[in-house]
């Protein structure tokens, strides 16, 4: 089976994005990627948006990047998802099946060794056996940002934020997308 030139670009991205972050000493892994988030992007817990300013956003891939980048943690944190591959419709997510649970795991535990492992959600938690953040979307910004401080050694000071600030901007990002 031929690859498409789509497929051939996230390929792409993936990889450089794996390349820079070859270094990192903290392993995020979540569920799955999103419908609109690396589904579309190639690289984890990231919007198109986020990569080339235009496209569809999501609300977690905001959230996740904005709280890496204020605790001055995004160029040492590799982020990666349990199903590494979307489950699902364009238009919608789903659970992640056993069998794609199991069928992933030999890439994280790759990705992990030499690396803190900290599992973002219950999904990720219960595949890896990693320590437990709270996922950031529905409400759980301050949460997600409170559990990444905590395991990344205690943190430095840093400018404090309001999640529901996050939130909101997550929203703005989205909105042009629904909007008729």
């Known amino acids: ?8 670009l996230l390929r792409r991205r993936l990889a450089g994005y794996l390349a820079e972050r070859g270094h990192a000493r903290f392993l ?8 609109r988030g690396a589904r579309v992007s190639g690289v984890p817990f990231t919007s ?9 956003a999501e609300a977690t891939a905001t959230i996740v990047r904005a709280t890496l980048e204020e605790l001055e943690l995004e160029d040492d944190t590799l982020c990666w ?15 992640p099946t056993r069998a794609e649970i199991e069928g992933g795991s030999r890439f994280h535990e790759q990705l992990a060794r030499g690396r803190r492992l900290l599992a973002v959600g219950r999904v990720a938690e219960a595949a890896t056996g990693a320590a437990y953040v709270r996922h950031p979307s529905h409400g759980g910004a301050e949460a997600f940002r409170s559990g990444l401080l905590r395991f990344a050694a205690g943190g430095r000071p840093v400018r404090r934020f309001h999640a529901k600030d996050l939130e909101r901007k997550a ?4 909105a042009p997308l629904v909007r008729r």
């Open 1 to 8: 089976m031929r690859e498409g030139p789509r497929a051939r």
């Open 28 to 35: 995020l892994v979540g569920e799955a990627p999103g419908y």
């Open 81 to 95: 998802n349990v199903v590494p591959t979307h489950p699902g419709t364009e238009t919608a997510n789903r659970r």
């Open 48 to 56: 198109e948006r986020q990569v080339t300013g235009a496209g569809p």
């Open 171 to 174: 929203w703005r990002d989205r």
